[in-house]
T-cell receptor, first 113, second 112 residues
């Protein structure tokens, strides 16, 4: 079974802090994704990566950056956390071929106070 | 641009069939997916269908695709309380390395 592991289920940080969310997958997937999920807005893509050291902006990249130094790990960074970044963050991964489904982690519920 | 639409809520009685509908706009979509999200959890892949198929059945789940109308449905037979969750429809395009486009999700509530 595919395993996508997010480092924290719940996280509370303060405004202005630098926040790191980590995601690791164990299936040698080429693609990795970060989404945020908010009530009434569904899933919105923040960034994705199709290879080590490669990244592409999604729909809402502002205020975020990412890092992919190793194939299995994709980090989401909030450079200076703000209260409007309070959300559920979901990581996903997939193989790089056509039509490959994404597999999701359990999510990190992040609160910025 | 691309868009995926779903109704927000569906309420059914235990034992009935549930039908969750989805429409998409991108005619180049090649793969269509259904995901399930239980409270506090991530998304779990339920099933997916290629655009050259009309129907796919997997135990209690039946997926119907009407490519002409760009309409996708998920039917759950003999719905159980454990099926209560949010169901997301997603479309993928015929291009490697692109992200899926998700609908906002349909909350299915099953009453006993």
């Amino acid at each position: 079974d595919v395993k996508v592991t997010q480092s924290s289920r719940y996280l509370v940080k303060r405004t202005g802090e630098k926040v790191f969310l980590e995601c690791v997958q164990d299936m040698d997937h080429e693609n990795m994704f970060w989404y945020r999920q908010d009530p009434g807005l569904g899933l919105r893509l923040i960034y994705f990566s199709y290879d080590v050291k490669m990244k592409e902006k999604g729909d809402i990249p502002e205020g975020y950056s990412v890092s992919r130094e190793k194939k299995e790990r994709f980090s989401l960074i909030l450079e200076s956390a703000s209260t409007n970044q309070t959300s559920m963050y979901l990581c996903a991964s997939s193989f790089g071929g056509l039509g490959q489904p994404q597999h999701f982690g359990d999510g990190t519920r992040l609160s910025i106070l | 641009g691309e868009d995926v639409e779903q109704s927000l809520f569906l309420s059914v009685r235990e034992g009935d069939s549930s039908v969750i509908n989805c429409t998409y706009t991108d005619s180049s979509s090649t793969y269509l997916y259904w995901y399930k999200q239980e409270p506090g959890a991530g998304l779990q892949l339920l099933t997916y269908i290629f655009s050259n198929m009309d129907m796919k059945q997997d135990q209690r789940l039946t997926v119907l695709l009407n490519k002409k109308d760009k309409h996708l449905s998920l039917r759950i037979a003999d719905t159980q309380t454990g099926d209560s969750a949010i169901y997301f429809c997603a479309e993928g395009q015929d291009q490697a390395g692109t992200a899926l486009i998700f609908g906002k999700g349909t909350t299915l509530s099953v009453s006993s």
